[in-house]
């Protein structure tokens, strides 16, 4: 009966279909996406836009407030909402979204398995970070930011252990990032991580000394952070999108008012979730250490300072410090049977990291 199928579903289409199925066939299904009440003011946006075929730059919704600038950062994700839900409703919206994140979900999966972890390791974390996610699943453009984070910071890893022309195409990711939410800071500091690990590998702390790959390799990543931060520009409001993120990111009212914005509380199932990978990455650091790994160490640590501080953060902090917590445990369980033999071990020999 299903010899139709040429090639059979691997793991990561299959976790695909599963998260998909997690979000929409169980408990309140796709309303639990509709948590939020931000989905209808992005999906009145984006009509606006549609209609006006002109980008807001002025707050036509609150009373009172209609001659103060505004930022529509997310304008382009809202015309997609918009379009979305002009052709099928909310439904359409949500499961929209819901596929975004489930394609979030197996980018993360694809990455800790490139990094030559077992399926046996790499499928937990998986569920783990989805799990520990879910705290932040709506339908909201944000979703869109966590597929292109997810997505950039494979690129990006994969750069470190090998060069390739696909690094090139991150300015294209960013160019649409930075028209769709204002996550794109994101991506861009995990390009700075990057150069500064390219900055302080070398051997040596004199930069006149460096060999000629050390040279080209900090020339590379200065020129991708450079290029990728150029194209955020291209957007309706230019730099003053970034001071302007980069103000609301530190507003005081706002981190001790919206909900999102304060620290986790670990109450529920998916914080728990959340607090175990947590410790796992914290626990990483020193194995990291003691291979002069900076990147990976520079982005637990931020991205757990980030989620501790804001719940917000907490997908970022899966989708960025999950694959180097796995390669840390996979060290750790090929070591540990290691006296009973290759039967035992889960995964394959470690890609450098």
Avoid at 214 to 234: N, P, Q, V
Avoid at 277 to 295: D, H, Q, V
């Amino acid at each position: 009966m299903l010899t139709f199928i040429k090639t059979p579903p691997r793991i990561p289409e299959l976790l695909f279909a599963a998260v998909l199925i997690w979000l929409f066939a169980t408990g309140e299904g796709w309303q639990v996406l509709l948590a939020d009440g931000d989905t209808g003011w992005h999906i009145r946006n984006g009509e606006r836009i549609i209609d006006t075929r002109s980008v807001p730059r002025s707050d036509p919704f609150s009373f009172g407030s209609g001659e103060h600038p505004w930022f529509a950062w997310e304008w382009l994700s809202d015309v997609v909402f918009a379009a979305l839900f002009r052709k099928g409703g909310l439904k359409a919206v949500t499961v929209f979204c819901g596929i975004l994140i489930a394609a979030s979900v197996s980018v993360l999966l694809r990455h800790i398995l490139w990094r030559s972890v077992g399926i046996s390791l790499a499928l937990p974390l998986a569920l783990l970070a989805a799990g520990a996610s879910s705290i932040h699943y709506l339908a909201r453009p944000h979703v869109i930011g966590l597929l292109l984070f997810a997505i950039v910071a494979w690129i990006v890893d994969r750069d470190r252990a090998s060069p390739h022309r696909l690094t090139w195409s991150l300015p294209c990711f960013f160019l649409l990032w930075a028209n769709c939410h204002g996550s794109f800071l994101a991506g861009l500091a995990m390009l700075g991580l990057r150069l500064f690990e390219t900055a302080v590998r070398p051997a040596t702390w004199r930069w006149w000394n460096w060999s000629r790959a050390d040279r080209w390799t900090l020339w590379r990543a200065g020129m991708l952070l450079g290029a990728s931060g150029a194209a955020t520009l291209i957007n309706p409001y230019g730099w003053r999108l970034h001071a302007h993120a980069i103000a609301y990111l530190r507003s005081a009212w706002i981190q001790s008012t919206i909900d999102e914005f304060q620290s986790p509380r670990f109450r529920s199932e998916n914080m728990l979730q959340y607090e175990i990978l947590l410790l796992a990455g914290i626990s990483a650091l020193p194995w990291l250490l003691r291979r002069k790994e900076y990147y990976p160490c520079c982005v637990v640590l931020l991205w757990a300072h980030e989620s501790l501080a804001a719940v917000r953060h907490v997908p970022l902090y899966c989708l960025a410090a999950s694959p180097f917590t796995a390669i840390w445990l996979q060290d750790n369980w090929n070591r540990w049977f290691a006296s009973a033999g290759p039967t035992l071990s889960c995964g394959r020999s470690i890609r450098s990291i």
